[in-house]
């Protein structure tokens, strides 16, 4: 596991790597910087009025002094004066951070700079055709987008993306931010391209963790009724052999807790696109379906398609790829069996929106796939899962893994959604934009940005007492984001070339196997064959240039398998001895690390 110097290390290098202007660091420039400009007489008008109304009513607290944030707000004064007036439009989904932007951050942006800022929020569905559309017809629709840093293999192989990495040095210099600060980000390995250019800026991340009832947890008669079954202790399950047990424990065994049935499951499994969320998001490396490698695993990621060099060049354990392997197999028939016998009966028929708030409601011991994004409302007095003095009943902690992941793979997903600039966008219309996304992502709002959405993008955050102070309502969040475990928890990586054809062939044959119309097996050699024909077309086309996919040829299934690594043979014993660990533990080892 990486210490916390190897993760900014690898921040430093990447910033390196991609030979972006260097960046002004310090208050104390920036105080400088805002002073010269203050000197003038004519720069007193309303937009530094307007900057010092926002500052004193809305950005507090932050990481920046007031004088701080004043000089860098300064700096978005002047560098906005050629395009006032103009009428600019960007595009999220609709998330709390994204709300927060739209309804707070663009209407102080427009008084501060003089711009006209639309911030739209519409269905995460929805950004991606949008952004297709655009990328397809070369027609501008939104002059930036907020979408997932998934997509960072497409962008980085259609050539529809302005790089940021030149956009900075060049085009865009006058309207970089000399505060911007790139080694701030703690998500910049999971924007870049295999080239080493950086292609989108963190706005937002979230992470999917495991949740669970650390009062339950807790209780000393539960504690006694589960080591006198199980053998050992209750408590955050390392393997998916304890949460099986776990989840069994308080479904069949307790089954009621203060005359209320509970489950030790929750999840949702409707044929809907959000199923293929519950997959492509990382369900197969929490298996252990890939390889080792941080952000992502290489060869084979945890989409379980196989890349030599950049070139995608199989999904098929025949072709060298681990999406229909044994391990990907097992994941989806861990899936379907505990959804079934542990999960509340009505679960099989919701999709993402509506399962996430039913473990607010108080019946549900535990649940393996939790995304950090409700842990606002998770956390909101007057729920049944949140104590009279504010503080939570439950607590987050790192997702277990399956029998088939070893240590130095990834662990989990990450969602980070990134502000993307396309080349469809005239450039005085881009540059504006720029602005937005950079005062968005800025220090002087970035720290409120997350107290509010509760989706950290910066390291000077995570380090204030702000952070601190709020720690102990947030459930173990904020030690997660400060623990050197963040790093093993990421986005889709750059061996999936093309995010949005690939992705919908995920729900629609998992769900054949939810509904018991295919097996797991089938549902996967389905899946795997499905994407190494998109992979072929794409290949025919050419599409990525030096990191186009190459197929390899077919092989025998047995010839992988007695490589190194992934696609992995079946293991003889899939539930091996649960294993657990005490939270308190887990949670003094990541402050420790800090």
């Not at 998916?240 to 030790?264: L, M, P, R």
């Not at 790192?398 to 130095?408: D, L, Q, R, T, V």
Request: hydrophobic share 35%; proline share 6%; with cysteine.
């Amino acid at each position: 596991m990486s210490n916390k110097e190897d993760d900014q290390g690898e921040n430093d290098m990447i910033v390196k790597a991609k030979g972006a202007k260097s960046v002004v660091k310090g208050s104390a420039v920036a105080v400088a910087l805002g002073l010269a400009v203050l000197a003038n007489p004519a720069m007193a008008d309303q937009y530094t009025d307007a900057a010092k109304k926002w500052i004193d009513s809305e950005f507090q607290p932050s990481s920046l002094s007031k004088d701080a944030q004043m000089a860098e707000l300064e700096w978005f004064i002047k560098a906005a004066e050629p395009f006032r007036g103009m009428d600019i439009n960007v595009v999220s989904e609709t998330i709390t951070t994204h709300e927060y932007e739209s309804k707070v951050l663009a209407k102080a942006f427009s008084e501060i700079t003089g711009i006209n800022l639309t911030h739209d929020l519409i269905g995460e569905g929805d950004v991606i055709e949008k952004l297709q559309t655009q990328m397809q017809s070369n027609r501008n629709i939104y002059d930036a987008f907020i979408n997932d840093s998934d997509l960072i293999g497409t962008h980085a192989r259609y050539d529809a993306v302005v790089p940021l990495t030149d956009w900075m040095a060049g085009e865009g210099a006058d309207v970089t931010s000399p505060t911007l600060d790139l080694d701030d980000f703690i998500g910049l390995s999971f924007t870049t391209g295999p080239d080493g250019k950086l292609y989108q800026l963190p706005d937002q991340q979230f992470a999917n963790l495991y949740w669970f009832r650390y009062d339950w947890f807790q209780r000393e008669d539960l504690q006694k009724q589960f080591k006198d079954k199980y053998g050992y202790d209750l408590g955050v399950p390392v393997n998916w052999s304890a949460y099986q047990d776990i989840a069994e424990f308080f479904t069949n065994d307790v089954g009621e807790i203060d005359g209320q049935k509970v489950y030790g499951h929750m999840d949702y499994g409707k044929k809907d696109p959000s199923l293929g969320w519950r997959f492509t998001d990382a369900w197969l490396s929490m298996a252990g379906a890939g390889d080792k490698g941080i952000p992502n695993g290489l060869p084979v990621d945890e989409w379980g398609i196989r890349v030599e060099g950049c070139s995608p060049a199989g999904s098929s354990v025949t072709r060298g790829g681990a999406a229909n392997g044994p391990a990907a197999v097992y994941a989806l028939t861990k899936y379907i069996d505990w959804l079934k016998a542990y999960a509340p009966p009505e679960a099989a028929g919701m999709t993402f929106g509506e399962a996430g708030p039913v473990p607010a409601q108080g019946q549900i011991a535990q649940q393996i796939f939790w995304y950090t994004a409700f842990t606002a409302d998770m956390a909101k007095k007057g729920t049944p899962v949140v104590n009279e003095d504010g503080t939570p009943k439950w607590r987050m902690a790192p997702s277990p893994h399956g029998p088939y992941w070893e240590e130095g793979m990834k662990l989990g997903y990450q969602d980070v959604g990134s502000w993307t600039l396309m080349k469809s966008t005239p450039v005085e219309r881009r540059k504006a934009a720029w602005l937005y996304a950079q005062f968005t992502t800025s220090k002087t709002v970035s720290l409120k940005k997350t107290l509010t959405g509760l989706t950290p993008i910066r390291q000077s955050d995570l380090d204030t007492q702000e952070m601190t102070d709020i720690a102990p309502n947030w459930g173990g969040l904020v030690e997660f984001y400060r623990s050197p475990a963040r790093v093993q928890w990421s986005p889709t990586g750059t061996n999936v070339p093309d995010y949005p054809k690939l992705a919908q062939l995920w729900w629609q044959n998992v769900a054949e196997a939810v509904t018991g119309e295919r097996t797991p097996q089938e549902a996967m050699d389905n899946l795997a064959t499905s994407m190494d024909r998109v992979l072929e077309r794409l290949e025919r086309a050419g599409i990525g240039g030096e990191c186009a996919p190459k197929l390899n040829e077919e092989r025998d299934a047995q010839y992988w398998f007695d490589q190194p690594g992934a696609p992995k043979p079946k293991l003889a014993n899939e539930k091996p001895q649960g294993e657990t660990v005490k939270y308190d533990d887990l949670i003094a080892e990541w402050r420790a690390a800090q």
